[in-house]
């Protein structure tokens, strides 16, 4: 994919741009590797093996795409969408003239946007995906989440309010079974509410409803009013406002440590209770912290106050003896 080239559909015309990969290095057929911008719910951009989802990049969130944190505006490309009632694609383009990049697929299913090394006469990657684990489209499973950044822990755990449909299978590290609603869980006008899962890959948007005039607070409220709604989150993150909803199973989701956003998780009254118990612990546990420090810098300053009027003191007072001395000699 070339600067300024379309990805995606045009719906006057029903042509659909994607990329394939070529079969080998020396056959240029098309293979099981293609690379999508997928029409329905959010645009997002997903890579199939043999039409299987293998990676997406999460949907447009205003300002980059939602689950490719390394994406920086305003630096060597931009990105314009278009989605709207004739099509649904993206563009990119060069702001630096003098760069000279492409996007492509490969023969092993990576995604890798390179640029041209004058120097070298040679491409440099400059972006390649799927990278890691967590970038496996599904990798933890329906209403799992992926948190890669634990070393030595299993990188899969449950959403709030959620536990694996099979322990023996996660203890063995195998989260392909997903994660299921707690048992006696109850989220459907008693008492339940929403816990925030912060800088995430938000889950697939192929079924969501999409408000962009609606507030988050508004989001909120629209989302617990219906007990099919399982989580919510700002659509525009550039403008703040807009409400994207998801119903059922929420597939895909991962955790940044930099990147990604906020997704509010509808849970019971009873997980909501233990949340806000932690949090309010939380503050409170920095609160006393804070007073602490207060308290012991209070009490430095009226040692340091003392010590400095005993010094003084003390030298005024044998200056003052010396002085007696002379006086009299």
């Known amino acids: 994919m070339l600067p300024f080239t379309k990805l995606g559909l045009d719906r006057k015309t029903d042509l659909n ?9 020396n056959d240029p057929g098309t293979s099981e590797w293609s690379y999508y911008l997928k029409p329905s719910g959010l645009p997002e951009l997903m890579l199939y093996k043999s039409q299987v989802p293998w990676w997406r990049s999460g949907p447009w969130n205003g300002i980059k795409w939602n689950g490719i944190p390394e994406m920086a505006t305003n630096f060597l490309f931009n990105t314009s969408i278009m989605y709207n009632n004739n099509e649904t694609a993206i563009s990119w383009g060069i702001l630096n003239s003098s760069v000279i990049s492409m996007l492509f697929l490969d023969l092993t299913g990576q995604i890798k946007r390179s640029t041209w090394h004058d120097q070298d006469h040679r491409w440099i990657t400059f ?3 799927p990278a890691e684990t967590c ?19 299993f990188e899969c755990s449950c959403l709030p309010d959620y536990e694996p449909r099979s322990s023996n299978d996660w203890y063995l590290r195998d989260a392909s079974g997903g994660c299921a609603r707690k048992q006696g869980a109850l989220t459907c006008r008693s008492g339940e509410g929403f816990v925030k899962v912060k800088n995430a890959k938000v889950p697939d948007t192929s079924m969501v409803l999409l408000d962009m005039s609606m507030s988050l607070q508004a989001c909120q409220e629209d989302c617990l009013r219906n007990c099919s709604c399982t989580a919510y ?3 525009d993150l550039h403008r703040e406002s807009g409400c994207v909803t998801w119903y059922g199973d929420l597939l895909d989701t991962r955790v940044f440590t930099d990147g990604g956003q906020d997704i509010y998780i509808r849970v019971d009254a009873a997980t909501l209770a233990q949340y806000t118990k932690n949090s309010k612990g939380f503050f409170a546990k920095k609160g006393a912290l804070a007073a602490l420090v207060t308290l012991l810098a209070v009490a430095a300053i009226v040692v340091i106050s003392i010590t400095y009027c005993l010094v003084k003191r003390k030298r005024n007072g044998d200056s003052a003896v010396f002085s007696h001395f002379k006086y009299h000699v």
Request: charged fraction near 10%; include cysteine; glycine fraction near 12%.
């Open 127 to 129: 972006w390649t995906a």
């Open 135 to 153: 970038d496996y489209y599904g990798h933890c499973g329906a209403n799992g989440n992926c948190n890669p950044y634990n070393a030595g822990v």
């Open 17 to 25: 741009r994607f990329l394939t990969s070529w079969k080998s290095l």
């Open 233 to 235: 989150s700002t659509a």
